[in-house]
């Protein structure tokens, strides 16, 4: 028999199924994460959303199909009983952050806000990993969340810059230290959800027609165009240690 077959044989192609897994999405009430709940359980898994509120069936009906578990991840002990509590499941999806915002040009920053985001993007992805890694079974793995400035710095964004470039450090050190769970990130171009909110209606509605003049995809991401990079990240079982751009071409057009 050819080495060809053989390989067949032991490896069948990967499917995005998910039937039969567990998958744990924090920050999968809203936005990106929402989009990846959904996405996970079309494709058969059991989903939990984590994040600081639970919310009611009157409040938010559409999140009846999924458990739902309250978690900070500013608050480490919080995270671990919270990961307790779920307990063994197959991946894990981060997508909790602060809101993204200015603290002021890096000479003149506000440091309590530089903290603040810092504390709840980097170490926030950090602790949901440490607690969340003797939970995830074999085959499991754990999807970060960053985006384009981590690349790309923007004037004012040092912070969020920071925070981003670490978290897709802390993922590829973490693709070696905690394999062969597999460890990846999706670094998301602009995504239209509620985490422009802090824009004002006019300027938002400003930098979505730019996107959809500048960009190469000639539109605004969605969630389930990050949800379907979710899904190869959770399926495929020779992806760790990578980022992967999904950005409608943002990185090679000038800053919008
Ligand atoms: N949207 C974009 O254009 C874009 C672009 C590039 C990168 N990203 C990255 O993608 C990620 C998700 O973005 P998004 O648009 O989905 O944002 P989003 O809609 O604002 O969602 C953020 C989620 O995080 C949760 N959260 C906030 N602070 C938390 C905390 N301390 N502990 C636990 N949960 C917390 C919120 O739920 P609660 O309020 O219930 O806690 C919310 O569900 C972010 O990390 C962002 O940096 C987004």
């Known amino acids: 028999m050819s080495n060809a077959n053989t390989q067949k044989e032991l490896s069948p192609a990967p499917s995005l199924s998910l039937a039969g897994k567990k998958v744990v999405v924090v920050g999968g009430k809203t936005g990106i994460g929402l989009g990846i709940a959904r996405a996970a359980q079309a494709a058969g898994a059991a989903v939990t959303v984590a994040s600081r509120r639970v919310a009611t069936v009157e409040e938010r009906p559409d999140l009846a199909g999924f458990a739902q578990v309250r978690l900070d991840v500013r608050d480490e002990s919080a995270v671990r009983a919270a990961f307790d509590v779920i307990g063994p499941f197959d991946h894990l999806i981060v997508t909790a952050a602060p809101d993204i915002g200015t603290w002021g040009a890096f000479m003149d920053a506000d440091m309590h806000g530089v903290r603040s985001y810092l504390e709840g993007k980097f170490l926030g992805s950090w602790a949901c990993a440490r607690h969340a890694a003797p939970h995830l079974r074999a085959g499991g793995s754990i999807t970060f969340l960053t985006g384009g400035m981590s690349a790309r710095p923007k004037l004012g964004f040092t912070a969020v810059t920071s925070a981003f470039a670490a978290v897709e450090a802390l993922s590829g050190s973490l693709a070696l230290e905690l394999a062969p769970l597999r460890v990846n990130t999706i670094r998301p171009g602009f995504v239209d959800t509620d985490m422009w909110s802090f824009l ?37 079982p020779y992806v760790t240690g990578t980022v992967i751009e999904v950005a409608g071409g943002e990185n090679l057009v000038a800053a919008v």
């Open 200 to 236: 004002p209606d006019e300027h938002r509605d400003g930098l979505r027609k730019k996107v959809a003049e500048t960009f190469p995809a000639r539109r605004v991401g969605t969630p389930d165009d990050i949800a379907h990079a979710a899904l190869f990240l959770m399926t495929n």
